[in-house]
Structure formats: C-alpha cells, structure tokens
C-alpha cells in the first residue's frame, strides 16, 4: 500500500523558515517524481515544487523561486521543501505527491498528473 506521510508543517513568524519532509512507503520512490503542493482555504490546490526521480531537476512556482528549496533522499524514501523567507501568503495546507515516472528535465507542478497523496500539514505565517 502507497503511503506519504507529511512532517515539519507549523507556526512561524513571517521571515521564518520551516524544512517540510514527505517520506514514502509501499513503492520505489527512485521510480517516481515527486512535487510538493498546497491549498489556502477557498483557493485550488497549487504546484509549489516538483523533483525528478533522479533529483537532477527541479520546478519552483514563480511565487516561490528563490525562497523553496526541493531536494530527495531515494536511500530513505523521502522527499524535503525547505522554506525561508516565508510570507503570510504562504499560509497553507502542504501536501506531497508522487507520480509514476522519472519526468527528467521537466517535473510537472499539475496536481493532476500525480497519482499519490499525503494527507498534508498545515503551514501558517503570521505577520
């Protein structure tokens, strides 16, 4: 059974900086890209970063560019977003992800291309 567990989600003061972690059971996860993703209350689920199986390439949402980091440990299944200089706009329920596929060169950031979900945690930035 495919299983993504989310960690690392909190409250922090804008500025800040939180490391999100996703690790992966039930499958390869070196077969397999992987994107972090989020959702605001009232607002469509939005790619944030995305990683191809190898970790070679990578993806940031234009709002995140500079401040997201995305990198994977295939040896231990898991997947990481490190976030600095967060915003109160970066208020959100994160999710991890993964699709089937090594997507080399172009990990995709359209939630609908990804066949595997976490459950999420929640990231709040005050001002």
């Known amino acids: 059974q495919v299983q993504l567990v989310e960690l690392g989600g909190g409250s922090v003061q804008a500025g800040g900086s939180l490391r999100l972690s996703c690790a992966a059971s039930?499958?390869?996860?070196?077969?397999?890209?992987m994107g972090w993703f989020r959702q605001a209350p009232g607002k469509e689920r939005e790619g944030v970063a995305a990683?191809?199986?190898?970790?070679?390439?990578?993806r940031y949402a234009d709002s995140v560019k500079g401040r997201f980091t995305i990198t994977r440990d295939n040896a231990k299944n898991t997947v990481y977003l490190q976030m600095n200089s967060l915003k109160p706009e970066d208020t959100a329920m994160y999710y991890c992800?993964?699709?089937?596929?090594?997507?080399?060169?172009?990990?995709?950031?359209?939630?609908?291309?990804?066949?595997?979900w976490g459950r999420g945690t929640q990231v709040t930035v005050s001002s």
């Open positions: 039930g499958y390869t996860s070196s077969n397999h890209c």
């Open positions: 990683i191809s199986s190898s970790g070679f390439s990578a």
């Open positions: 992800a993964a699709l089937r596929g090594s997507c080399y060169g172009y990990p995709p950031l359209n939630p609908g291309e990804y066949n595997y």
